[in-house]
């Protein structure tokens, strides 16, 4: 530890924290379904309503500058 925390600039007890912060949370890497397949599939379909939404304000800035 205290080899890493010279190398790089950071306490001890940072690396401590992170190392353990890791090992308590390291199934969350190994899950089928993470949060971040979960996140895309959110963020695919705010980025379809995006495309709808600016659809619909083309074609109402087109019927009504008419």
Do not use: P
Not at 1 to 9: F, P
């Amino acid at each position: 530890m205290q080899e890493l925390a010279s190398k790089y600039g950071l306490q001890s007890t940072q690396i401590s924290k992170w190392k353990k912060e890791f090992i308590e949370n390291a199934s969350a890497s190994f899950d089928s379904k993470t949060k971040k397949d979960t996140d895309s599939v959110e963020k695919d379909k705010l980025f379809s309503k995006i495309g709808q939404l600016q659809v619909e304000i083309d074609f109402l800035k087109h019927v009504l500058g008419k």
